[in-house]
C-alpha cells in the first residue's frame, strides 16, 4: 500500500475523475485533498499545462508529498472557495471535486477523538484549530435541540431519550467510550448498529458540515466555466438533498411564460460496484454525482 492508501483509500476513484477531467489542459480544484488519492489521479490526467489546487481544512493531510509545479496546496475550509481561489488570482474553473465527509486517517487516529472504538477525548473536529471539540458543543446544548440534530443528521429513533442521556453524562472531559454508553443506556443490545449515525451526526453539527457545502455550491456555481463538471461523492442523506437542489429546482421561472432556466443539469449519478465495497467497507454509502454547468 502507498502512504495515500494507507492515509485514505479514495472511493470511486476511475469514475469521478474521468467525469471531472473535461479538458487535460483545464484547471481544476480538488476541494477535499485528505490523503491526496484524488489529487494524484487528477494530476496524471493533466498535461503538462493543465493545473490542480486542492483545499483541505485539516491541518494534518500530507500535502508536500506532492510534489509537481502544476500542483497547489491551500489550507482551509471549502466554504471559503471563491477568497482562497482569488489570493492565487482564479476566477475560473474547468472542474471541481469535492469527496465529502471524513478520511480514514481522522477516523483511525485515536487522539482525533473520532471513533467510538478507541477511548479519548470527544473531539469530532476536521480541523482541531477551529470551532469546538464535541464534548464543549454537547454541553452546550438544550435537549430538544439536540434531540432535533441526533433526528436530522444522524436518523436516530429514541432522539429525545437520547439526548437527554448525553446531557446528564456530559463533563468537561468527555470521552468516545462515554458517549457510546450514553447509546447503549438507550438501544440496550440494539445500540451498535446505531454508534456510526450517532457520531456522524455529532460530527456534522460540530463542523458545521451541511452549512460549508451549501456555500461552496453556491460557490462552485458562479466559479466553473460552462459546460464544466462538479463532482461530489455524498456520504450522507443531507449531502444528498443539497446536490439534488441543486439541478433539480429551476434558477428561474419565466412568470408569464413558465419557462424554467437550470444552472446545472444532472450527467451521471453512480454508486460503488460490490467488489469496491468489499475491498473498501468505507465506501458503502457513497453515491457519485456528476452535474454539469449549463
Ligand atoms: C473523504 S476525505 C477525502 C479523501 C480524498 N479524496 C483522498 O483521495 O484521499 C475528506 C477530506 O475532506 C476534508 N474536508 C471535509 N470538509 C471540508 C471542508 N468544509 N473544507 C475543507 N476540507 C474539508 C476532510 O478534512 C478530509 O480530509
Known amino acids: 500500500m502507498t502512504v495515500a492508501q494507507v492515509y485514505h483509500i479514495p472511493v470511486l476513484l476511475r469514475e469521478s475523475v474521468e467525469a471531472l477531467v473535461t479538458d487535460p489542459s483545464g484547471i481544476y480544484v480538488d476541494a477535499t485533498f485528505g490523503g491526496g488519492g484524488h489529487s494524484r489521479a487528477i494530476l496524471a490526467s493533466l498535461t503538462a499545462s493543465g493545473r490542480l489546487l486542492a483545499i483541505d481544512q485539516d491541518p494534518e493531510v500530507p500535502a508536500q508529498a506532492i510534489q509537481d509545479s502544476r500542483f497547489t496546496f ?25 469527496d465529502l465527509g471524513v478520511s480514514s ?8 477523538g473520532f471513533s467510538f472504538k478507541r477511548e479519548a477525548l470527544l473531539d469530532l473536529r476536521m480541523n482541531p484549530q477551529e470551532g ?8 452546550q446544548q438544550e435537549e430538544e435541540t439536540l434531540a432535533d440534530i441526533l433526528r436530522m443528521y ?30 447503549r443506556r438507550v438501544y440496550g443490545r440494539e445500540a451498535d448498529k446505531y454508534l456510526p449515525q450517532l457520531f456522524q451526526a455529532i460530527r456534522i453539527a460540530v463542523n458545521e458540515e451541511l452549512s460549508a457545502l451549501e456555500s461552496f455550491l453556491t460557490a462552485a456555481e458562479s466559479l466553473l466555466m460552462p459546460k464544466g463538471h462538479l463532482v461530489v461523492l455524498t456520504y450522507h442523506s443531507g449531502e444528498v438533498r443539497q446536490v ?4 433539480q429546482h429551476p434558477a428561474h ?42
Open 105 to 112: 486517517h481522522q477516523i483511525d487516529t485515536p487522539e482525533r
Open 154 to 183: 444522524g436518523d436516530l429513533p429514541k432522539s429525545r431519550r437520547l439526548a437527554r442521556a448525553i446531557l446528564q453524562a456530559t463533563h468537561p472531559a468527555f470521552t468516545t467510550t462515554e458517549l457510546a454508553d450514553c447509546a
Open 74 to 98: 491551500l489550507r482551509g475550509n471549502f466554504r471559503d472557495l471563491p477568497y482562497l481561489l482569488r489570493q492565487y488570482g482564479i476566477e475560473k474553473l474547468t472542474g471541481i471535486l469535492a
Open 253 to 294: 421561472q419565466d412568470p408569464i411564460t413558465g419557462q424554467k432556466t437550470y444552472n446545472w443539469r444532472l450527467v451521471r449519478r453512480c454508486l460503488p460496484a460490490p467488489v469496491e465495497v468489499q475491498q473498501n467497507p468505507r465506501s458503502r454509502s457513497a453515491q457519485l454525482w456528476v452535474l454539469e454547468k449549463l
Open 244 to 247: 439534488k437542489k441543486r439541478y
Open 132 to 139: 469546538l471539540p464535541a464534548r464543549v458543543w454537547i454541553a
